[in-house]
């Protein structure tokens, strides 16, 4: 059916005639002006959209919470005792207008109807009970993949920057840890008398002081003496590993 001949769309076109009870960016909630029931309500998207099958997930999210308000205006502002929510989706599933749309019973202890379940139409089924392996087979090799992003999230969004955040807390973390292990792997080296061996440090503040420096700079061994032990550097010394003789 052409957008302009559908009656939602027509009714959307002049939001003045909807007796509104809710609504969100892409949502309205009316009330019916043929109610089945005492507050019986639509979930209509803005935008044509042929079915509920058309919604996007953060779509669906967006109708499902409008609903979940409108249950709540049902019980508190009318009373209501329960609420059923019905979703056809096709003709052959009862949608009776060609725009998507949920529907919101509210249900009451002292009408007729109480305690009817929605799903009362359908009897039983016996060939459906008989087949219920081979149904299960069937529907359960379908990978429906509504709802899952494959997308990498863009470098403004919030998704992206938290995960940049997990991986920035995730190096530092790994870096701490590598750090703990080389101090501790020095200390084992003082408590046991071994050789101390200082990899590729070569801070120049290490040196005791800037005379040292200037030796080193221009070639010259430097010869260190206190309690008869001696730190040789050798000429070329370009921050290879030392140890103390």
Same mark, same amino acid.
């Given at each position: 059916m052409p957008q302009k001949q559908c009656p939602f769309c027509q009714l959307i076109a002049n939001p003045g005639q909807l007796k509104v009870v809710g609504e969100t960016e892409n949502f309205y909630a009316w009330l019916d002006i043929n109610p089945r029931?005492?507050?019986?309500?639509? &979930?209509?998207?803005? *935008?044509? !959209?042929? $079915?509920?099958?058309?919604? $996007?997930p953060s779509e669906y999210q967006e109708a499902m919470n409008l609903t979940r308000k409108v249950v709540d205006k049902a019980k508190k502002g009318l009373g209501a005792d329960g609420v059923s929510v019905? %979703?056809? %989706?096709?003709?052959?599933?009862?949608? %009776?207008?060609p725009h998507a749309y949920i529907q919101v019973f509210p249900r009451f202890q002292?009408?007729?109807?109480?305690?009817?379940?929605?799903?009362? &139409?359908?009897?039983?089924?016996?060939?459906? !009970?008989?087949?219920?392996?081979? #149904?299960?087979? !069937? %529907?359960?090799s379908v990978d429906s993949g509504f709802g899952e992003t494959t997308k990498e999230p863009h470098p403004d969004s919030k998704k992206f920057k938290e995960e940049e955040k997990a991986s920035e807390e995730k190096d530092t973390s790994r870096n701490s840890g590598d750090? !703990?292990?080389? #101090?501790?792997? &020095?200390?084992?080296? &003082?408590?046991?008398?071994s050789p101390l061996s200082l990899g590729g440090l070569t801070d120049? /503040?290490?040196?005791? $002081?800037?005379? /040292?420096?200037?030796?080193?700079? $221009?070639?010259?061994s430097v010869e260190a003496s206190e309690e008869e032990d001696e730190v040789r550097i050798?000429?070329?010394?370009?921050?290879?590993?030392? *140890?103390?003789?």
């Open positions: 029931a005492k507050g019986y309500t639509m &979930i209509v998207p803005k *935008e044509h !959209k042929d $079915s509920i099958e058309s919604f $996007s019905t %979703m056809n %989706m096709g003709e052959a599933a009862g949608q %009776m207008v002292d009408e007729e109807s109480s305690g009817t379940p929605t799903g009362a &139409i359908f009897q039983p089924h016996e060939e459906a !009970k008989k087949n219920l392996d081979e #149904i299960k087979d !069937k %529907m359960a750090d !703990k292990e080389a #101090i501790d792997k &020095i200390a084992e080296q &003082i408590e046991g008398d120049s /503040s290490d040196s005791g $002081s800037s005379d /040292s420096s200037d030796e080193k700079s $221009s070639g010259k050798e000429d070329g010394f370009e921050g290879r590993s030392f *140890e103390w003789q």
